[in-house]
């Protein structure tokens, strides 16, 4: 039900090919544990390409001259909504293939970000997952209503589209532990949906701390890697 197709968002493929120790343990490694998915990494160009053609010229209006980890977010949720695959951030540490989280019944992996929110910076559906349809509607709506902060439009605009799908109703990021675990018992009532508490970047879906401890500071090697790379982090900290 899942297409095996990785959807990554990254200046250019040569991040496969890199000596570098981020990309040999995030996205090299997710590759090498994964042999029979595709991998499509799209470009800056290419995913402003994607957007043009399968956007409503109105909504495409409202992205067109916003940053490119905007125009990711809503690439991401359409992507994911027409093709399913996967999506993941290059920034993920990987020990832990694929195919091992997904069994005959899943049709989307939900992991979250502690108890804050589900994890944006990976998606794994089925096409069709009205999860993404709902969170893009959201997504547009606002824009038009004059929202243009990056956080609230992604993250916690993912967050609303889930629960408002899910469950009938918006509830907000950080909703508190109890609310939380309220979120998990009722995602077990759902035997195609499959989920993980995630402390990033050393506890993930794709990264078990159990079965591999890096010797290394994820965050320095980014900062570096990203340096090399020619690239800013979008917040400008960096």
């Not at 998915?37 to 409503?56: A, C, G, K, Q, T």
């Amino acid at each position: 039900m899942i297409p095996k197709i990785i959807h990554i968002s990254w200046i250019n493929t040569e991040i496969l090919n890199s000596e570098h120790p981020f990309a040999k343990n995030t996205v090299q490694k997710l590759v090498e544990l994964s042999p029979r998915w595709n991998v499509h990494i799209s470009n800056d160009e290419e995913i402003d390409e994607y957007l043009s053609l399968n956007m409503e010229k109105s909504d495409y209006d409202l992205l067109q001259n916003s940053h490119v980890v905007e125009k990711s977010d809503v690439w991401r949720l359409i992507k994911l909504y027409k093709e399913g695959g996967l999506y993941t951030d290059i920034d993920r540490l990987c020990n832990t293939s694929i195919d091992s989280l997904i069994t005959e019944k899943t049709m989307c992996l939900l992991p979250t970000y502690l108890d804050s929110d589900f994890s944006q910076d990976f998606m794994c559906s089925a096409p069709g997952n009205p999860i993404f349809l709902e969170t893009y509607k959201l997504n547009m709506e606002r824009r038009k209503a004059g929202y243009n902060n990056t956080y609230f439009l992604g993250p916690q605009t993912y967050m609303h589209g889930i629960t408002k799908t899910l469950f009938g109703n918006i509830i907000d990021s950080n909703p508190g532990i109890e609310i939380f675990n309220k979120i998990r018992l009722e995602l077990k009532s759902y035997p195609f949906i499959s989920t993980y508490r995630e402390d990033p970047p050393y506890s993930t879906l794709l990264y078990r701390p159990e079965k591999q401890q890096v010797d290394f500071d994820h965050e320095v090697i980014k900062r570096d890697f990203y340096r090399i790379s020619g690239i800013r982090h979008w917040t400008g900290e960096w």
